[in-house]
């Protein structure tokens, strides 16, 4: 069936230090989306990507969705405190808006 | 934006026991719903969807009598945990598409149910 790979499983960054995480499919997508979810808390929408190529910008966060609509990365500029959590690519399968995810990226970042 | 509300934040219970979960929509009227579980430190995976007035479709490996859903009213969505055991300790979520007027297919999600069995 459909899979949604994501790495890296965990990361370990500095205040201040860049991170990014990226999700494969293993087949096309029509889009990707990408969440949030705070230690203890539930996942929080953070954008959805359509186009092929596509980048999209949050502030410090920049979001691609590749050539082939099969991968994404989630790239975060000097990370902050505020940055941690897990962060979840997911892709739509079978019918609206029914997602699978990534295994998801934790995000540690160190003050 | 959109609001679900989930109940109870967190239940412990004694095994056999069963244990009912329940997602509102508080400002949109959501035709599905989708329950998903989360082990500790690990993906959220897709149990099964609810659709309002007709049974749930569940995913492969699912106990449909293990785990009951019913979708009665635009605005409510509940999954039974049934004879619960320690195995079904999990967190459960539940989310919702928030349908006609927003730009983009997401899904809001409740604030889950940890669920202890022992």
């Known amino acids: 069936g459909q899979q949604v790979m994501q790495i890296p499983q965990y990361q370990h960054v500095q205040e201040g230090e860049d991170f990014t995480t990226y999700c494969n499919s293993s087949t096309t997508l029509s889009n990707i989306q990408w969440y949030k979810q705070r230690p203890g808390g539930h996942p929080v929408f953070l954008i959805q990507l359509v186009k092929s190529g596509e980048v999209k910008k949050q502030k410090r966060l920049t979001f691609q969705f590749g050539e082939a609509k099969k991968n994404s990365s989630l790239h975060i500029t000097a990370t902050q405190t505020t940055d941690v959590g897990t962060y979840f690519c997911a892709g739509p399968v079978g019918g609206y808006n029914k997602l699978i995810f990534g295994a998801g990226t934790r995000l540690a970042v160190h003050p | 934006g959109a609001v679900v509300s989930q109940h109870p934040s967190r239940v412990i219970c004694k095994s056999g026991t069963s244990v009912k979960i329940e997602c509102r929509s508080l400002?949109?009227?959501?035709?599905?719903m989708f329950w998903y579980r989360q082990f500790p430190k690990q993906s959220l995976m897709l149990m099964a969807t609810s659709n309002e007035g007709s049974k749930a479709t569940y995913e492969q490996g699912v106990e449909k009598d293990k785990f009951l859903i019913n979708h009665a009213s635009l605005t409510l969505s509940t999954l039974t945990v049934t004879s619960a055991h320690p195995e079904d300790s999990s967190f459960y979520i539940c989310?919702?598409?928030?349908?006609?007027?927003?730009?983009?297919?997401?899904?809001?999600f409740g604030s889950g149910t940890q669920l202890s069995v022992l």
């Open positions: 400002d949109f009227q959501a035709t599905t």
């Open positions: 989310s919702a598409p928030p349908g006609q007027g927003f730009r983009d297919e997401k899904l809001f």
